[in-house]
């Protein structure tokens, strides 16, 4: 296993020089959305954020109001990762948690290096790292995930739970990175009341076979978290046209909630290099600022 200075050291030379290159130095359009510090509540326009909707104004005015902010000098940023056992999977490349805490040290280390400070949060263990600017910080939350093992802890993930304990620990106005699979239930309801007060990014993580189901035969699949086994022939017609039904409902359904909360989301596959989908995710973030600053 690699130490973490290892760790940074290779990712800043495959990504985040490749970054570099991209953005010349212009972060505040890439991960950080519209500024965060409030300076009125107005009427609606078209093509104002969902996440930015005041309810209490709404409903005590009968029009429709959202949250204007001004930008901060500081801001600070949490990473959000989800290293269940269901993360512990990975037919091609890396495993999805690998892939995971390669997303992390590449998030932290951008923001950190902006001047801003970054806090993670690892569960189902829920282990904390305090938000703090610098490099040494970014090396402290590649130690902290390090230390919480590889087998992660068994049970089903409560990311409902995470997303509550989230809000009441991160009182001030910040950017959440949301790092998980999303296999659970029951989240939607709690990660629209995060994303209400916070910038919230969903960073998906997948595996290709969680895509498309491999033609292996007969094959056992074990559930990491709770460890049932079952036996699936994925040779057969019938059930690949059911796994396929099932992942586009599954995705259909991904997609409606995340947009219900106005959260934005990220895909990463363990197969891909990890440059490719942040390019495509900061030309996104980029495209959508200068589309609300009128340029």
Known sequence: ??????????????????????????YTGVFYGPSLDLAEIRPYQPGDEVNRIDWSATARTGVLHVRQYREEKELTAWLVVDLSPSMS????????????????AVAAYIIARHGDKVGAYFF???????????????????????????????????????LDELARVVRRRSLIFLVSDFLADGWAAPLQRLAHRHDVIAVRVMDPAERALPDAGVVFFEDPETGRQVRVNTSDPRVRRAYAAFVQAHEARLEALFRAAGVDTLTLLTHEALVAPLLRFVAFRRRRRWRSSGR
């Open 1 to 26: 296993m690699q130490i973490p200075e290892q760790v940074l050291r290779r990712l800043e030379f495959t990504v985040v020089r490749r970054l570099d290159g991209f953005l010349f130095g212009d």
């Open 89 to 104: 999977f990975g037919t091609r490349g890396r495993l999805k948690r690998t892939l995971a805490l390669e997303f992390t």
């Open 124 to 162: 189902p263990e829920r282990r904390l790292v305090p938000p703090r600017p610098g490099r040494r910080q970014v090396l402290a939350v590649l130690r902290a995930a390090q230390e919480l093992g590889a087998a992660g802890r068994m049970g089903p993930t409560d990311l409902a739970g995470v």
